[in-house]
């Protein structure tokens, strides 16, 4: 499907993450190329920004207090008249596992990227939604081919991986994938002590003992 939308207008654009320093950055990394109408930190603040605004694109984060992105979308395509709303969402999240693609996907969500995008590459990313295209990060396609093609089982939440909160799910992966307590705080706007208590939470709720116990848990779950 390709836009016919006149050039020169931007286009319209929500921004739901739960880190103020992370919209904050997303909002400078657009500059004018877009015009964002509002943000959201949660589930029910999303839910009624993209309702109120109406907006062409969703920047929508996978891990979100209230139930996360994917309870987003599916809370608003039951809201009166979102069916012939032209909104669309793009999720764009730290996590790069194929759960978290393929479970965004199925939600709803017409393209995924990760938070290493360039402004530029994602400003052509929210066109190219707006405009009715899928849209993936490279990796990132490959899960979603890999999953409708049946190469990959996508089964329910692994009952141990359900046990964690979706901070430490996001804590957990950055680890086990070799990030210091603070390049996880860096890269989640949070303290290295928080970072620290998550990790303490995460090996007790999986009964692990240590960092390499949890690299191998995570890589035979295939969640890195």
């Known amino acids: 499907m390709t836009s016919t939308r006149p050039t020169g207008i931007p286009h319209t654009v929500v921004i739901v993450d739960d880190h103020a320093m992370f919209r904050a950055g997303v909002r400078a990394e657009l500059g004018g190329s877009v015009t964002v109408l509002a943000e959201a930190a949660d589930v029910d603040e999303a ?41 669309r969402f793009l999720a764009l999240s730290v996590s790069d596992a194929a759960e978290d693609v393929i479970g965004t996907i199925r939600a709803g969500a017409r393209g995924y990227v990760t938070k290493t995008i360039t402004g530029p590459e994602l400003v052509a990313a929210i066109a190219r939604v707006a405009s009715g295209d899928a849209v993936f990060s490279p990796r990132l396609a490959g899960f979603v081919l890999d999953a ?14 359900d046990r964690l909160t979706e901070r430490e799910r996001e804590v957990m992966r950055l680890i086990a994938r070799g990030y210091s307590y603070r390049e996880v705080g860096a890269e989640l706007f949070i303290s290295t002590k928080t970072v620290e208590t998550h990790m303490s939470s995460v090996l007790r709720k999986l009964q692990l003992s240590s960092r390499h116990e949890l690299t191998r848990w995570a890589s035979d779950r295939r969640l890195l």
């Open 47 to 87: 839910v009624a920004a993209v309702t109120a605004h109406a907006p062409e694109v969703v920047l929508l984060d996978v891990h979100l207090p209230g139930g996360g992105g994917a309870e987003v979308m599916r809370r608003y395509a039951a809201t009166p008249g979102s069916g012939s709303s032209p909104t």
């Open 148 to 161: 409708f093609a049946g190469t990959i089982e996508v089964a329910a939440v692994d009952e141990d991986l």
